[in-house]
C-alpha cells in the first residue's frame, strides 16, 4: 500500500501570496495517479486536480499540479480569501481500485 | 446539476447495523462507479467502497469486507451501503461520490455526508 505523507501540516499565509504545498508518495505512483482536492469547513471535498497535473473544468488557473514518481505538488499561484481550507492529495488507479490519501495540509490564513 | 444527497445516519450501538441511501439526481447515475468515502471526525478521508456501473463488481477497504456491502439501484438512482457489526472506528461522515470515468479514477463529485456515530 502506498503512503502518501504531506507537508507542511499548515501553512500560514496572506491573501495575494503563493502556496505550495506537498505530496510525497512511499513508493512511484504509476502513471501520475494523483489528485489533488480542496475541503472546506462542515463541506464535502473538492475535485482540483487529477492526472498530478489536469484542472478539473471550473476550478481557477491558480491552482496547478506537478510532479511524478514519488514527489507531488499543488501551488496556488496567488492566494484569494476564499482558498483558504484543507487540501488532501490522493492516490489513485490500482486495480483492483484501492484509493489512499495524505493527512491533509491546513491553509490558514495568516 | 449534478446533485447527491446522503440520508441514513445516525447513532447506533457497537455491533449494530445502518443502512445508508445516497440519491442521484442531474446525471444518468447508472452510467458510472459510485463510492463511498468516510471521514472521521476531525479526522482525514478514507475510501471505503466503489461498485460498477450494473452492480457487477465491487470493491472494499480491507477494515470493512464482510462487514459492509455496497449496492445500488440505478431504476431509483440510488446508491446504498449496509453497515453491520459496527465498531466505534466506524464513526464518521459518510460521503457518497460519483467516480470520474474509469474504475479506479478520482471523485468528481461529492454529496454533503451523512454522520454515523457508533457508540453505546
Known amino acids: 500500500e502506498i503512503v502518501l505523507t504531506q507537508s507542511p501540516g499548515t501553512l500560514s499565509l496572506s491573501p495575494g501570496e503563493r502556496a505550495t504545498l506537498s505530496c510525497r508518495a512511499s513508493?512511484?505512483?504509476?502513471?501520475?495517479?494523483l489528485a489533488w482536492y480542496q475541503q472546506k469547513p462542515g463541506q464535502a471535498p473538492r475535485l482540483l486536480i487529477y492526472g498530478a497535473s489536469t484542472r478539473v473544468t471550473g476550478i481557477p488557473d491558480r491552482f496547478g499540479g506537478s510532479g511524478s514518481g514519488t514527489d507531488f505538488t499543488l501551488t496556488i499561484s496567488r492566494l484569494e480569501p476564499e482558498d483558504f481550507a484543507v487540501f488532501y492529495c490522493q492516490q489513485y488507479g490500482g486495480s483492483p481500485p484501492m484509493y489512499t490519501f495524505g493527512q491533509g495540509t491546513k491553509l490558514e490564513i495568516k | 446539476e449534478v446533485q447527491l444527497v446522503e440520508s441514513g445516519g445516525g447513532l447506533v450501538q457497537p455491533g449494530g447495523s445502518l443502512r445508508l441511501s445516497c440519491a442521484a439526481s442531474?446525471?444518468?447515475?447508472?452510467?458510472?462507479?459510485m463510492t463511498w468515502v468516510r471521514q472521521a471526525p476531525g479526522k482525514g478521508l478514507e475510501w471505503v467502497a466503489n461498485i460498477k456501473q450494473d452492480g457487477s463488481e465491487k470493491y472494499y477497504v480491507e477494515s470493512v469486507k464482510g462487514r459492509f456491502t455496497i449496492s445500488r439501484d440505478n431504476a431509483k438512482n440510488s446508491l446504498y451501503l449496509q453497515m453491520n457489526s459496527l465498531r466505534a472506528e466506524d464513526t464518521a461522515v459518510y460521503y457518497c461520490?460519483?467516480?470520474?470515468?474509469?474504475?479506479?479514477?478520482?471523485?468528481?463529485?461529492w454529496g454533503q455526508g451523512t454522520l454515523v456515530t457508533v457508540s453505546s
Open positions: 513508493q512511484s505512483v504509476s502513471s501520475s495517479y
Open positions: 442531474g446525471f444518468t447515475s447508472g452510467a458510472y462507479w
Open positions: 461520490a460519483r467516480v470520474l470515468s474509469w474504475y479506479s479514477s478520482p471523485f468528481d463529485y
